[in-house]
């Protein structure tokens, strides 16, 4: 199975709730960083791309037709060359809200991280923020440029910039699938990051031993 879906988005635009939106519409299933931070193996695997190595996209995203969220939305150049069939899906939301929400997460995650060489660090705080992510202005920026790179590269026809909050409709449109008549999922909201990042991190520590 090929990725037909290619998520652009950063990290907190409603990721975790586009996930199970595609999953309902049928479209196989969908990766995310919950794919990863509980499996020691990609993990490593990601690591390796982070630093360099080249990445044998087909065998990371086996058994997949979709991908949103970190790691994979760092890469939507490279993924939308690799398949060139998939649509691309920018999640975007109001960037000083969005700001808010992955402050009080990722960045206050990462500010944690006691590993140099986790995935957190060496791909978000390092290369998707330059190794600032302190500073709100350019946190933002980077944001809003990831948006405009996005908008710039992909061709309309095959680029769906979509606004957290809006639900089923313009997705459904974007892939030609009727509506379905259960109502849009809300997950991973931001009071529950913690401890569903703590639970996934317990999943891998639990593999380890």
């Known amino acids: ?11 907190r635009t409603g990721t975790d709730s586009l996930k199970t939106a595609l999953e309902m519409l049928g479209v ?7 794919e990863v931070i509980p499996d020691q193996a990609r993990v490593d695997s990601w690591r390796a ?11 990371i995203f ?3 037709g979709a991908t949103v969220d970190w790691p994979a ?11 060139p069939e998939a649509k691309v899906l920018l999640s975007v939301r109001d960037a000083d809200l969005w ?13 944690k991280s006691t590993d140099p060489a986790s995935l957190g660090l060496t791909l978000i705080r390092d290369q998707v923020f330059g190794g600032n992510i302190d500073n709100r202005a350019h946190v933002i920026a980077a944001y809003n440029k990831n948006t405009a790179d996005v908008q710039a ?13 809006d639900g089923w ?39 380890k031993s």
């Open 99 to 111: 700001y808010d929400s992955i402050e009080k997460t990722i960045l206050t995650s990462l500010r």
């Open 153 to 165: 590269s992909i061709p309309p026809e095959r680029l769906l910039t979509y606004h957290t909050g």
């Open 49 to 59: 791309v982070a630093t360099g190595k080249s990445p044998d996209w087909d065998s």
């Open 28 to 34: 196989g299933n969908c990766y995310h960083m919950h």
């Open 73 to 83: 939305a760092f890469y939507w150049r490279e993924l939308s060359e690799y398949y």
């Open 1 to 11: 199975m090929a990725l037909s879906i290619i998520g652009a988005g950063f990290g």
């Open 169 to 207: 409709d313009p997705i459904c449109e974007f892939l030609d699938i009727p509506i379905p008549t259960d109502p849009y999922p809300h997950r991973n909201q931001a009071g529950s990051f913690h401890d569903k990042l703590d639970a996934l991190n317990k999943v891998r520590d639990a593999g």
């Open 62 to 64: 086996h058994g997949y």
